[in-house]
T-cell receptor, first 118, second 112 residues
């Protein structure tokens, strides 16, 4: 089946630096991808919808200048956490709609990226 | 609004025990309901789904029935195995949008 990959799987950085996370659809094209954040013992929260060729759509409360999203091609979306701080430490997951599904209801999820900011 | 409430874990069962993980939802419109499983070190995988009331999703011995009258989608398995140890997420998606609403996840550990 379709696969979504993320890179890196885990990253540790110093406070104040920026970190880029990649999300790729490996054998299908995705004009839309989604970025989620998962807090410990909490559910996944949608951060933003990444749209190929246009600006991302951010959920309420998510700082667009903090979490930069670029959907550079039909198979790649990137999330850059700018000037990261310890409170940004979290598990970030991307997803892409199943291209064989009739609606966006079905999605493939990446394995996630564990970000730790020291 | 839309939300999913899932029983808190962790849950520890002996092999071959019966499993139930409760999930209830609140939604506007007619949502699709899902159970996702996350094995250690891996991403979320779709376990089963139901798109309308009274549908039963099933996969790998797991079942869940979309109950509109009780707004529930409880996950069940008659006989769990050690390999079922994972975190299970209940989720809904509305037909009008593309956003998923997830429960908090329930960690299941099956011991031999």
């Amino acid at each position: 089946g379709a696969v979504v990959s993320q890179h890196p799987s885990r990253v540790i950085c110093k406070s104040g630096t920026s970190v880029k996370i990649e999300c790729r659809s490996l054998d299908f094209q995705a004009t839309t991808m989604f970025w989620y954040r998962q807090f410990p013992k909490k559910s996944l929260m949608l951060m933003a919808t990444s749209n190929e060729g246009s600006k991302a759509t951010y959920e309420q409360g998510v700082e667009k200048d903090k979490f930069l999203i670029n959907h550079a091609s039909l198979t790649l979306s990137t999330l850059t956490v700018t000037s990261a701080h310890p409170e940004d430490s979290s598990f970030y997951i991307c997803s892409a709609p199943d291209p064989t599904a009739s609606s966006y209801n079905e999605q493939f999820f990446g394995p996630g990226t564990r970000l730790t900011v020291l | 609004g839309n939300s999913v409430t899932q029983m808190e874990g962790p849950v520890t069962l002996s092999e071959e025990a019966f499993l139930t993980i409760n999930c209830t939802y609140t939604a506007t419109g007619y949502p699709s309901l899902f159970w996702y499983v996350q094995y250690p070190g891996e991403g979320l995988q779709l376990l089963l789904k139901a798109t309308k009331a009274d549908d039963k999703g099933s996969n790998k011995g797991f079942e869940a029935t979309y109950r509109k009258e009780t707004t529930s989608f409880h996950l069940e398995k008659g006989s769990v195995q050690v390999s079922d140890s994972a975190v299970y997420f209940c989720a809904l998606s509305t037909n009008t949008g593309n956003q998923f609403y997830f429960g908090t996840g329930t960690s299941l550990t099956v011991i031999p």
